[in-house]
């Protein structure tokens, strides 16, 4: 699965020394459609043996119309206060957007208590070239992949890990680098329906960024990181 969120900027603002409100004003637009995907996927699953399975998945969408929010041109008004007002509209991109991609998929049941599941996804986003949207195709990352590994301890303790690989953003206002980091689960059902939990996530690196937001409603680009963490969680289903 893909997602594409674009934006154009048909005005810059020189910097200002000092800190003025902005007002983001919304603008309807009645000649909004709807998008429209064609889509086709075929695939294969095999059975080695009782206990490791593959799947096998190739899919191509093919888009048009796709809505994407367009910033317009930003206006400074001076009376009776400074005030910076940005309109943002929703429209239809102009050009065809073609996504295609093949998914694979493992499962091994090592032993009763042991087991190994993994997956690989590799996108490519074609579309013909469009001046106000030239880095579409870099929004998205070309590769991700997952390997996780559970084992259950005894009949109510579990543990949990997994390596996880995105790789880079290659659009110019993104320049995400790729990164791999790791998370970890342990998890302890006293009774059934009833499970304590502890989750470390991002384990590798302090922080690591995923996304600029340099397209859309933001006056000016920044990107956040996502941070190590560590947290606990208690959850009773009955």
Known sequence: QSNIAVGTSSATID?????IPVQIMAQANPDLKAEKVFSAEIGYRTQWSNRFSTDVTAFSNHYTDLIILNR???SIQ???TLLITQ???WTNLSREVTTRGIEVSADWNVLDWMRFTGNYSHLKIEKPYDPNNPDMAGLSPRHR??????IDMNEQTHLDVTLRHVGRLNAVNQNVPAYTTFDARLAYEPVAGM???VVAQNIFAPRHPEFRDSAAVSLTDFATEVPRSIYG???WNF
């Open 15 to 19: 910097p200002i020394p000092f800190a």
């Open 72 to 74: 317009g041109d930003a």
């Open 78 to 80: 001076t009376a009776p």
């Open 87 to 89: 309109p943002m509209m």
């Open 145 to 150: 992949g997952m390997l996780r590994w559970q």
């Open 195 to 197: 499970e304590w939990s």
């Open 233 to 235: 969680k208690f959850s």
